[in-house]
């Protein structure tokens, strides 16, 4: 059951990181709403990969319980190990992937912000900001 939930765990992490990989080529070309259509897909693949590695948790905790003298490498046969060390590289890789992807939402953000305050300059009043009284560069017409 333990190799079971492990391959799951895996090809759910691949997932996330395919993901995340189109929401960088995306946001790189401002196409934001493709992003936002995946969203509801990450959130599912994140939420499948969370579960199954409490499940992983679980049968590791109950293979010790069972064998409390016996040390975890020598519970776990080949094919458990190769799984653990590819969903070792593979959290890392996600680590590495959602830090750029990090960065470019954070320079998008930054970019929109910047724009915000040049068209509707604002104060800071104590820790909120709010629009300057003298914001009169937006004027409606009719």
């Not at 990181?17 to 401002?30: F, R, V, Y």
């Not at 912000?113 to 914001?135: H, I, Q, W």
């Amino acid at each position: 059951m333990l190799s079971h939930h492990l391959q799951g765990a895996l090809t759910d992490l691949k997932d996330i990181i395919n993901i995340t990989k189109l929401d960088i080529d995306d946001i790189k070309e401002a196409k934001h709403d493709p992003q936002f259509e995946r969203l509801s897909l990450k959130e599912e693949k994140i939420k499948n990969f969370e579960s199954k590695k409490a499940m992983i948790d679980h049968e590791i905790s109950s293979l010790m319980s069972k064998n409390p003298d016996a040390d975890l490498p020598n519970l776990l046969n080949e094919e458990q190990h190769k799984a653990l060390g590819e969903l070792k590289v593979e959290l890392s890789n996600l680590r590495d992937i959602n830090k750029k992807y990090a960065k470019l939402v954070l320079t998008v953000s930054n970019l929109y912000n910047t724009f915000l305050e040049r068209l509707v300059p604002t104060e800071m009043d104590g820790y909120e900001s709010k629009a300057s009284k003298d914001s009169s560069i937006l004027q409606v017409r009719v």
